[in-house]
T-cell receptor, first 115, second 110 residues
Framework: DAGVIQSPRHEVTEMGQEVTLRCKPISGHNSLFWYRQTMMRGLELLIYFNNNVPIDDSGMPEDRFSAKMPNASFSTLKIQPSEPRDSAVYFC?????????????FGDGTRLSIL | GQQVMQIPQYQHVQEGEDFTTYCNSSTTLSNIQWYKQRPGGHPVFLIQLVKSGEVKKQKRLTFQFGEAKKNSSLHITATQTTDVGTYFCAVGGSARQLTFGSGTQLTVLP
């Protein structure tokens, strides 16, 4: 079975440019999470969706960040304009429906470098 | 959301030695999950603990949930080089999101 699929795997761009990260969750999973991982701040939850609806975006650092989930099989995280401090590994994860906390399945991540 | 402290931040062991990482919370937890992230990889779910005093084993890994459900530990017996990575605990909030501990980075010296 396919896991969570993220693209691109690596992204290098200049500051000020728009960056779009993509995620395809595991089929049948109804919760989707976007995380950012850095050495300084560890693994931070940015936003999560349940049944395609954003539930909690309190982790989104600034208005430059936005996330959408137009359907159950696709989500995007956009940064516009990008800044060097946005450099990090961005993970998407999904989990199945159920009560309580279900295990989260992570994609391979997007390694983002803003020059 | 829930906050959890994880210690130690780093651990270097000789191959064959044991390893333990701890997670502590000031509040009672409904459950706790453990993940492993290999260098350059992504977090991978290992196990979930739900019951007070619960102990679960996966080969050389032993997971414990405290009686008060405020702490948990992961113990690896006789480490191997394949155990290298960062081990995270994660605790659930009121909804389905998780808050991850800061992780313990394990280095196993051959």
């Amino acid at each position: 079975d396919a896991g969570v699929i993220q693209s691109p795997r690596h992204e290098v761009t200049e500051m000020g440019q728009e960056v779009t990260l993509r995620c395809k969750p595991i089929s049948g999973h109804n919760s989707l999470f976007w995380y950012r991982q850095t050495m300084m701040r560890g693994l931070e939850l940015l936003i999560y969706f349940n049944n395609n609806v954003p539930i909690d975006d309190s982790g989104m650092p600034e208005d430059r960040f936005s996330a959408k989930m137009p359907n159950a099989s696709f989500s995007t995280l956009k940064i516009q304009p990008s800044e060097p401090r946005d450099s990090a590994v961005y993970f998407c994860a999904s989990s199945p429906q159920g009560s309580g906390n279900q295990p989260q399945h992570f994609g391979d991540g997007t390694r983002l470098s803003i020059l | 959301g829930q906050q959890v402290m994880q210690i130690p931040q780093y651990q270097h062991v000789q191959e064959g030695e044991d390893f333990t990482t701890y997670c502590n919370s000031s509040t009672t937890l409904s459950n706790i999950q453990w993940y492993k992230q290999r260098p350059g990889g992504h977090p991978v779910f290992l196990i979930q603990l739900v019951k007070s005093g619960e102990v679960k084993k996966q080969k050389r890994l032993t997971f414990q949930f405290g009686e008060a459900k405020k702490n948990s530990s992961l113990h690896i017996t006789a480490t191997q080089t394949t155990d290298v990575g960062t081990y995270f605990c994660a605790v659930g909030g009121s909804a389905r999101q998780l808050t991850f501990g800061s992780g313990t980075q394990l280095t196993v010296l051959p």
